[in-house]
């Protein structure tokens, strides 16, 4: 987010040389809101703004800044003053940047940093993107199981400024095995001489550096976590994922999801969409259009199979685009109902014939509704019974729409459920089978239908 | 979220009165599991656990339960224990399930609550729902601005046990105004003689109680905020929303979101998918369904009246459902990313011809594509010449309706980004209007546009 109004005034204070009153400003300011504000500014004159400030301030100011800016900083030629704010940063937001930057800054960079933070930059940079290792952060807290409580937090009180959290601290055995929480909560109010081990909650919930960054966002959730440990295959502390991170994946993927069942392809694009080139739009979303229009070519055939059914009787073309509108509505709705259900984990594959039931009732609820809509219209249509061949009782015209208009409902209801249930079943993620691909497959079964009934029921 | 697996045993153990190992196993479990194991059981079954378990659990547990498992416990014959697990429940929790219970219930359970509960309840319960008053919490601490560090830290060891969260404590003055925040943290590390003023961050980011739920979330997620203060309109904080809270508003907002985007109407229902009744999914779906094929009759219309060109031409019938879906398609997922992009404020309704002119660019593209596909399938299809009158040159006929299709796919995608912004623009929810909903209206506009351009180019 960059917000323009104040880039005039602050351009203008950086020429005539008002220091003291750019940096009171963004003293008072919430680092985010510092960051929105100098988001316009060319990378110098942020550079200038953030040397005013202390380092740590300058350091949570630069963190908030858009990637594309923080990119564009560094790789410009303010070494000195980039070293410092790079070892004040978060450590994962510190490990975003640098897998963003060129690989020959990146290797300046860490020639610039002490040994100790150098390492830490590597491992995180080397997990698998949307890890729980690639988003996690290691500035955490840690105390050995015997500890006492008073030793804990004199330990604390000498750690804290380059932590993280300090609410909740992680308790390990000395090769560093995780074997407990303890809140800072519990060690004020504790006696001085007990023991950590005594106050932890053991049984840690916690996720692997392999998992997927949306099992840690689906933990902190359902358990209400302020920060979710991370830990190595042998069950070693690596890293935490705090809750802000959480909210963070949550929201990703829920754009991600929707997307998806609107056959967008492609992960959601950080970038925002007025800043999307129109190429990129136009890849994101131009192959489902494609080939869900060559799978179109299916109904043309059918229909084509029935031209001279069609021909005979026009009036089963006034009905089409309702048929295909309401059956890739319902279609579309059911879907809708159980992917979110399945995202939630309300649904799992062994309830595949519950859901079948259910929405078998559903549709027929819905089915019937609309065919009755429709027989009424088809009916008491003032002109459409014009070129209906005078053998051909218009209220069995009007039935054998409305039949098969209930029967494409059901049909499009009942596949809309059963798709994402199938493939969830077979560990697909339900979203990618998009809503107008079910759309699409059930309008072709649907003109089948149409077409068929009208054959058997009116003999044409 | 219930877990059935340990039903049998949970009922075999207290049949067999093994209430050592009740206890011991549920101690080891986090409330959350253990609300989950239980919740399949009786009102009675569940009331006898958590008899066994320290009040603190007990209620834990209890306000992890489903809404209705709570309800029907707190509606039979129990009374004795639920005073204690309502007493210690959370605050916001406790209001929730007041809500849920029937009025003469809810009247003889405040009876039993001390006044300063009582009271609590009655205000909380009091506000609109989803704003900030009716989801906020009234467990936190507060400081006056002229304690010393020492003091502040004394006093938040007394208070601890009962409040929700006590990293972040809130300094007031004298009446309650909110005047900043100050860490634990930040207290622990200080001089003792230190006075909170001195170490406070003014200018807190707070929301008001009648603010929508929705914004409170936003500003969690937005300045990664652990909790944000509610205040009344004399700005004296009255409440704290904490993140887990937001988390679950994001959740909720994404779930009305993507069923409104699939014309599902109706909040998001809090019960489970399967559990949700028939009826209750079908009236939330049946409106939209009924509402857009009442609409389609104008399509039908339009059809009628081109009624002698689609006869003399039946090969247009042919690509109609394609036309309609490539519509649809694209009308829908221009209407996903410019949605999703106003629900994360990415744009604004200031930004409607930039949105228009980057939609059409990508439209133009993808109109061209689907266009070229459309054309050679019209020139190769093998069968579909057949019934074409000989003075009409198949080339022109391919180039008809690809022509056609590719205006469609242009009016669809601009409409579709078009009616979300306008929408914004008025202050409705952009996501009211439905993908649905510019489905059709897309439909009725191409199937005019398909026969205008056929009758038009082929004089037919």
Redesign the interface.
């Known amino acids: 987010?960059k917000n323009p109004i104040l880039v005039p005034e602050l351009k203008d204070l950086l020429k005539r040389k008002r220091f003291k009153v750019i940096k009171s400003f963004f003293e008072?300011q919430?680092p985010?809101d510092s960051a929105e504000f100098i988001g316009f500014l060319q990378p110098e004159e942020i550079w200038k703004i953030l040397g005013l400030l202390d380092k740590y301030t300058a350091s949570e100011i630069f963190g908030y800044l858009d990637i594309d800016v923080q990119v564009s900083m560094a790789s410009g030629k303010f070494k000195a003053n980039l070293k410092t704010l790079v070892q004040e940063m978060s450590h994962d937001d510190r490990a975003y940047l640098f897998q963003h930057l060129d690989r020959e800054v990146v290797n300046r960079l860490l020639l610039l940093l002490p040994a100790k933070d150098r390492a830490d930059v590597i491992r995180l940079t080397s997990y698998r993107e949307e890890t729980c290792g690639a988003i996690m952060t290691t500035d955490y807290a840690t105390l050995l199981i015997t500890d006492t409580a008073e030793a804990a937090?004199r330990k604390?009180?000498r750690d804290?400024?380059g932590k993280e959290t300090?609410?909740y601290i992680y308790v390990t055995d000395p090769r560093g095995v995780l074997l407990g929480i303890v809140s800072?909560?519990k060690l004020?109010?504790a006696k001085p001489r007990e023991p950590v081990g005594n106050l932890m909650k053991g049984?840690a919930?916690y996720a692997l550096v392999d998992d997927d960054q949306e099992k840690a966002a689906h933990l902190?959730?359902?358990?209400?976590l302020?920060a979710l440990p991370v830990v190595d295959a042998e069950h070693r502390i690596v890293g935490i994922i705090t809750?802000?991170d959480?909210?963070?994946i949550?929201?990703e993927e829920?754009?991600e999801?929707?997307?998806k069942?609107?056959?967008?392809s492609g992960g959601p694009e950080e970038d925002?969409?007025?800043e999307v080139p129109?190429?990129v739009?136009?890849r994101k979303?131009?192959g489902?259009?494609?080939v869900?229009?060559?799978l179109?070519?299916i109904?043309?055939?059918i229909?084509?199979g029935f031209?001279e059914t069609?021909?005979y009787l026009?009036i089963l073309?006034?009905?089409?685009?309702?048929l295909?509108?309401?059956g890739?509505?319902?279609g579309?709705?059911s879907a809708?109902?159980?992917i979110?259900?399945i995202a939630?984990?309300?649904?799992s594959a062994k309830?595949i014939f519950?859901?079948i039931k259910?929405e078998f009732?559903?549709s027929l609820?819905?089915g019937l509704?609309?065919g009755t809509?429709?027989f009424a219209?088809v009916m008491l249509?003032p002109?459409?019974h014009?070129?209906i061949p005078p053998q051909l009782w218009i209220g069995k015209i009007a039935l054998m729409i409305s039949l098969a208009l209930a029967v494409q409902?059901i049909w499009a209801t009942v596949l809309g459920a059963l798709i994402p249930m199938a493939a969830n079943r077979f560990k697909i993620d339900p979203a990618v089978v998009s809503?107008?691909a079910i759309?699409?497959l059930v309008?072709?079964g649907g003109?089948a239908i149409y077409f068929a009934t009208a054959k058997f029921m009116l003999g044409v």
């Open positions: 987010m008072d919430h985010r937090v604390i009180r804290a400024p300090i609410y800072l909560r004020i109010l049984d919930i902190i959730d359902e358990y209400d302020l809750y802000d959480a909210i963070d949550i929201r829920q754009t999801d929707m997307e069942l609107m056959a967008i925002e969409y007025l129109v190429w739009h136009f979303r131009v489902w259009v494609v869900l229009a060559a179109q070519f109904s043309g055939m229909i084509e031209r069609l021909q026009i073309a006034y009905y089409m685009p309702l295909n509108s309401a890739g509505n319902t579309s709705q809708t109902m159980v979110r259900a939630l984990n309300q649904l309830d519950h859901v259910k009732a559903v609820m819905i509704s609309v809509l429709v219209r249509a002109t459409g014009e070129g409902v809503s107008p759309a699409t309008d072709i003109i």
